[in-house]
């Protein structure tokens, strides 16, 4: 898996990259009461704002990490948001994203890398 500074974690499922948040940034976040995903089939763009996070303590969006198209949502977190508190890394992804380059993941943080700058 791959992290990026705004805490999201990045896997690739074959020609695909699963997005999601870190446990790091669901704990900050509190518990969270509401989930707003995007529609398949949409292009994003890096740092495009694509995902509305609300828990009890603040709203929070989170931005598309690399160019692409979404292919795939996770429509159960529109049902059970605290999936997002619950299981950060697994059940609770966000989107799935078809993207040009999957070079482009080498950018980000490996494990370790994110370990320290949550330290």
């Known amino acids: 898996m791959k992290y990026t500074e705004d805490h999201e974690w990045l896997r690739v499922e ?3 990259v699963v997005v999601g948040i870190t446990e790091h940034a669901s704990t900050q976040l509190g518990d969270v009461v509401f989930v707003e995903l995007p529609e398949v089939g949409t292009m994003v763009a890096a740092g495009d704002e694509i995902v509305v996070i609300e828990s009890v303590k603040a709203a929070s969006d989170i931005v598309a990490p690399l160019d692409g198209e979404i292919v795939a949502v996770n429509d159960a977190l529109a049902d059970e948001p ?34 320290d700058l949550v330290a």
């Open 82 to 115: 605290g999936k997002v508190n619950e299981d950060p890394l697994g059940a609770a992804w966000f989107f799935k994203m078809k993207i040009d380059d999957l070079g482009a993941l080498d950018s980000f943080m490996d494990e370790d890398a994110y370990a």
């Open 14 to 16: 074959g020609d695909v």
